[in-house]
């Protein structure tokens, strides 16, 4: 599944704010959280089991996952 949902954030009327119960492709469940504008963290849930793949501006996740596993991930957490 692709997760990429910097563009949901972007827009200046919402600087701040959260998101909770997106569905992804793939079988995956997403909350995040931004501050003026950037996210703060992303909470995925896969519930199949299937592939992670996670692109937030230039970083890059690839990750295998388990059927219910829940992963947060906050855009530091990863480089390039």
Known sequence: GLVGSEMCIR????????VTGLRARGGFTVDFTWRNGALVEARIESKTGRPLHLHWDEQKLDQKTRANEVIVWRPTDISN
């Not at 827009?11 to 959260?18: F, I, T, V, Y």
């Open 11 to 18: 827009d200046r009327a919402w600087p701040d704010g959260h």
